[in-house]
């Protein structure tokens, strides 16, 4: 029988209630076959803990192999239903997604048996089992469902030999805090058994209902159109019209890689659809298990076949996001937009975008992203907070009212919309940004350019890059931390200078960065060492989370100029660049000359 809803025409006769005469009239109906005449046994199934189920900053990231062994995504998976209240998980809506990558598929069918055998009513699932990581937040929230697993490895690399990924998200739509990541952790080092049911393959290529019965209690699985729900809210935020006028003027080109991930779905649904940009505006917006070959990242590393179309003066205006569509990269022609100026930006002109129009209750960054954001929220006059990195700090500021817009560093960017950051609303931010200085097209087109360069002469300019170092060992990069932390213990008070230039830093404060949550009061320690000169700038260390291998180090260069606002960001954070370098010793340790991505 099919598994899923079937809409049809049929020819049913009626009698007119007036007249008595009977007429043939055509109707459309909605019918699903089901499985309610037969009730499913939930099955207990013995299992053992596997080491390393550990959720990093982003859930649960490993290579696709690792996954695909015995009970490795049943353990997590179960070990998230055990953590979670028993009594709100019973007769739960879930929301289940993810961004198409190699076993995705496979893996939902394995998400949707252990969801029936642990009492959820109703599973949300995306059509051909797609959903952005923003979208899943939309519909959590618009759904008002229980929870969400996103099957994701965000920016990482995909294919039977590349990374896979799971995370749970909360009812606000947002990442699970700490205590529930800690609280999964603790169940998948004590499991011992699994509950699952064994429902037929549900055909997620076709939107609809699948109905079953599990010991005499409905089960459903409906899927969804991937991009209503997040076009629905989008359209409440951003002004189309607008949108619109600003991608039919003859003097606007702009492109959109998708880098073959999961917004390939929303980017022809939104751009072209609704906008009315051509075809050609989109690139790779085809979602591919392994992206072609593409490492979904949107920076000027893995984005280069992007910078190339932009820096050449075909197109005003470039944007990219990565494999689950969260992050996002802006270029205008020839022009990079750094992630830690972008979020500045976008809260210094939010006037511009409808959602905003009432004023923005605070502004919020992760720790390494550089200080211009500060400058925005003093201008403001708004609260201003300094969170760990990870989007799930931002969820309780946002659910206390006090947190309109945030971003990371890390290419992450996005508002109180949903509880996640939002690679696609960043870029209709921009456009609206755009749109907002050229509405009258008899004047000269104010370019990306010259709104970043308005931006800096009111505010100064922080400048600001990050060095990856990708797929150290751990060993590694545990060295390397180890070697700064003992550098810090006595670096308060003593000075810094490069040999090159002879330019010295005297520090202020050097620690690990510390975050004391002012909604809940929880403390996140350890959260990245820092250096804070007395002029203000800053050297960062991190050791990420993200990744499924190895270690990836990260160091982060951060200086504020008031007036000199035009030089080019590596030579004028050389002085700083040199001076981390040597004090980690990173060639040495790492056996490394140079870093995998300079942003």
């Known amino acids: 029988l099919p598994l899923h809803t079937t809409k049809s025409k049929i020819l049913i006769t009626r009698a007119c209630c007036v007249c008595s005469l009977y007429c043939?009239?055509?109707?459309?109906?909605?019918?699903?076959?089901?499985?309610?005449?037969?009730?499913?046994?939930i099955k207990t199934i013995p299992t053992t803990p596997i080491k390393g189920q550990k959720p990093g900053t982003s859930g649960l990231r490993k290579k696709v192999v690792e996954f695909q062994e015995g009970h490795y995504l049943h353990n997590f998976v179960q070990a998230t239903f055990n953590s979670l209240p028993q009594d709100k998980l019973k007769g739960s809506t879930l929301v289940l997604g993810g961004d198409g990558r190699y076993w995705n598929t496979e893996a939902l069918q394995i998400i949707i048996q252990l969801s029936a055998g642990n009492g959820v009513a109703k599973l949300l699932v995306g059509h051909d089992g797609i959903f952005s990581t923003p979208a899943v937040s939309a519909v959590v929230r618009a759904h008002k469902a229980f929870g969400a697993f996103i099957l994701t490895a965000s920016h990482n690399p995909g294919g039977p030999t590349a990374d896979f990924g799971i995370k749970y998200n909360i009812s606000n739509g947002g990442p699970a805090p700490e205590n529930i990541t800690n609280a999964i952790y603790e169940q998948t080092t004590t499991i011992k058994e699994l509950f699952s049911v064994d429902i037929p393959t549900v055909d997620l290529s076709k939107i609809g209902t699948s109905s079953f019965t599990v010991e005499n209690k409905p089960f459903e699985v409906q899927v969804l159109d991937s991009v209503d729900d997040y076009l629905s809210l989008m359209k409440t935020i951003f002004d189309f019209d607008s949108l619109k006028k600003l991608v039919a003027r003859p003097d606007f080109k702009f492109v959109f890689d998708s880098l073959s991930g999961v917004t390939g779905k929303y980017t022809q649904r939104i751009f072209v659809k609704e906008l009315g940009a051509s075809e050609d505006s989109l690139m790779n917006q085809y979602p591919a298990p392994d992206f072609n070959g593409h490492h979904p990242d949107p920076n000027?590393?893995?984005?280069?076949?992007?910078?190339?179309?932009?820096?050449?003066?075909?197109?005003?205006?470039?944007?990219?996001?990565?494999?689950?569509?969260?992050?996002?990269?802006?270029?205008?022609?020839?022009?990079?937009?750094?992630?830690?100026?972008?979020?500045?930006?976008?809260?210094?002109?939010?006037?511009?975008?409808?959602?905003?129009?009432?004023?923005?209750?605070?502004?919020?960054?992760?720790?390494?992203t550089s200080g211009a954001l500060d400058l925005v929220a003093k201008d403001l006059g708004v609260e201003f907070f300094e969170v760990p990195t990870g989007w799930k700090f931002f969820g309780n500021l946002m659910d206390a009212g006090r947190l309109s817009i945030c971003g990371e560093e890390s290419f992450g960017t996005g508002s109180d919309h949903i509880r996640e950051k939002d690679g696609i609303w960043a870029v209709l931010a921009w456009l609206s940004l755009v749109a907002a200085r050229n509405t009258d097209s008899?004047?000269?087109?104010?370019?990306?350019?010259?709104?970043?360069?308005?931006?800096?002469?009111?505010?100064?300019?922080?400048?600001?890059?990050?060095?990856?170092?990708?797929?150290?060992?751990?060993?590694?990069?545990?060295?390397?931390?180890?070697?700064v932390t003992n550098e810090y213990a006595s670096a308060v008070g003593k000075t810094y200078t490069d040999d090159a230039s002879g330019k010295s830093y005297k520090v202020k404060i050097a620690d690990n960065f510390e975050y004391k949550d002012p909604v809940d009061h929880s403390v996140s320690k350890n959260q990245g060492l820092r250096l804070v000169f007395e002029d203000g700038s800053r050297i960062i260390y991190r050791l990420s989370g993200t990744g499924s291998s190895g270690a990836t180090i990260r160091i982060y260069f951060?200086?504020?100029?008031?007036?000199?606002?035009?030089?080019d960001t590596q030579d004028a954070l050389r002085p700083l660049i040199n001076i981390a370098l040597k004090l980690a010793r990173i060639e040495e340790l790492t056996q490394r000359k140079n870093p995998t991505v300079i942003t």
Do not use: C
Not at 29 to 35: D, E, M, Q
Not at 464 to 478: L, M, N, P
Not at 558 to 567: F, G, I, L, R, T
């Open 442 to 483: 008899s004047k000269p087109f104010v370019k990306v350019e010259q709104i970043a360069q308005e931006h800096w002469a009111k505010f100064g300019r922080n400048y600001f890059s990050r060095y990856d170092y990708e797929e150290v060992t751990s060993a590694q990069g545990e060295e390397v931390m180890k070697h």
């Open 300 to 368: 000027l590393t893995y984005a280069a076949d992007l910078v190339k179309k932009v820096y050449n003066g075909d197109y005003e205006f470039g944007a990219a996001s990565d494999g689950d569509g969260d992050r996002n990269m802006i270029l205008g022609r020839a022009f990079f937009v750094n992630p830690s100026d972008s979020v500045a930006i976008i809260a210094a002109n939010a006037s511009a975008i409808p959602y905003f129009k009432g004023g923005l209750k605070g502004l919020a960054r992760s720790m390494p």
């Open 558 to 567: 951060d200086m504020y100029e008031a007036k000199d606002v035009n030089k």
């Open 24 to 41: 043939t009239t055509a109707i459309n109906i909605t019918y699903h076959y089901s499985y309610l005449m037969t009730s499913l046994s």
